[in-house]
């Protein structure tokens, strides 16, 4: 089946950076792309930004730019997102998603299963 | 920034419609996708391109879009209903979430 497969919760100090990683299995990894999605504790969800799968193409939100990267690994089926300079207000639970390729909007239909970072001192 | 406003909270009882709105710039020239998110679990997408259902959804979740509003509709809603539902659009290339609706089943 489909799934997507997030690493385990991390606690980071302030400063340091966090590199969180999803691996998809049950579909061919570079037809689609991956979006990241972070929710802070008892708040909505946000988008993070997304890669293509296909050829690589990032699209990051203005809040996170210079302070993210995503990258894919096709060999592995693994997408990876990079977060540094890290904030306490970065605390939260981040989860990737898979999304399809082209300019029509189908939503994001597979999740992960989420991954918990604490940045604190 | 584009954004999409949805109410806080929404009751309703067991068997009856649930009807949750996001509000938005236009909205029905986008498509938007609805998620439905239970305590300590992952979102779940339960409506895309307005109205469509992902397989495995059940028929009592339909949406609608148009003007500036969308709706998710929830007929005869259950006690496994309840959970936090956001929409979702697509505006400049950059994804946007609602603001969450809290549905409770009394």
């Known amino acids: 089946q489909v799934q997507l497969v997030q690493s385990g919760a991390e606690v980071k100090k302030p400063g340091a950076s966090v590199k969180v990683s999803c691996k998809a299995s049950g579909y061919t990894f570079n037809s689609y792309g991956i979006t990241w999605v972070r929710q802070a504790p008892g708040q909505g969800l946000e988008w993070m930004g997304w890669i293509s799968a296909h050829n690589g193409y990032t699209n990051y939100a203005q809040k996170f730019q210079g302070r993210v990267t995503m990258t894919t690994d096709t060999s592995t089926s693994t997408a990876y997102m990079e977060l540094r300079s890290l904030r306490s207000d970065d605390t939260g639970v981040y989860y990737c998603a898979r999304r399809r390729l082209g300019e029509f909007n189908y939503g994001m239909d597979v999740w992960g299963q989420g991954t918990t970072v604490t940045v604190s001192s | 920034s584009y954004e999409l406003t949805q109410p806080p909270s929404v009751s309703v009882s067991a068997g009856q419609t649930a009807s949750i709105t996001c509000s938005g710039d236009?909205?029905?020239?986008?498509?938007v996708s609805w998620y439905q998110q239970k305590p300590g679990q992952s979102p779940v997408m339960v409506i895309y391109?307005?109205?469509k259902r992902p397989s495995g959804i059940p028929e009592r979740f339909s949406g609608s879009n148009s003007g500036n509003t969308a709706t998710l509709t929830i007929s005869g809603t259950q006690a496994m209903d309840e959970a936090d539902y956001y929409c979702q659009a697509r505006d400049s290339g950059t994804e946007v979430f609602g603001t969450g609706t809290k549905v409770t089943v009394l």
């Open positions: 391109q307005d109205s």
């Open positions: 236009k909205l029905g020239d986008k498509y």
